[in-house]
């Protein structure tokens, strides 16, 4: 049974830091491509970051780049968001995602993340 589960996400104030986490289970960790995405109310869904399967590529939204920074730890089968500078734009329901192109996919249920004074 192929699992994503997200944690992490919270009530924070702006300038703070969160770090989120995607554990995943079911399926092989170490060949899929890695993203986040977060969907703002009213907004479309937005790919925040990625992590590539083998070669380690990684790229970021431009709306995060040199505050975010996404890595993943392959023995724990665990797919990590660390959110800095955070604003208030910020706040969304952040989805973690993984695909093997043109194979399958799959989603989390998401966490929120609130950035508010």
């Known amino acids: 049974q192929v699992q994503l589960v997200e944690s992490g996400g919270g009530l924070v104030q702006p300038g703070g830091s969160l770090r989120l986490s995607c554990a995943a289970s079911?399926?092989?960790?170490?060949?899929?491509?890695m993203r986040w995405y977060r969907q703002a109310p009213g907004k479309e869904r937005e790919l925040v970051a990625r992590?590539?399967?083998?070669?380690?590529?990684?790229s970021y939204g431009d709306s995060v780049k040199g505050r975010f920074t996404i890595s993943e730890d392959n023995a724990k089968t665990t797919v990590y968001l660390q959110m800095n500078r955070l604003k208030t734009e910020d706040t969304a329901v952040y989805y973690c995602?993984?695909?093997?192109?043109?194979?399958?996919?799959?989603w989390g249920q998401g966490t929120q993340v609130t950035v508010s004074s």
């Open positions: 992590i590539g399967p083998t070669d380690g590529y990684i």
């Open positions: 995602h993984a695909v093997l192109p043109s194979v399958s996919d799959y």
């Open positions: 079911g399926f092989t960790f170490s060949s899929y491509v």
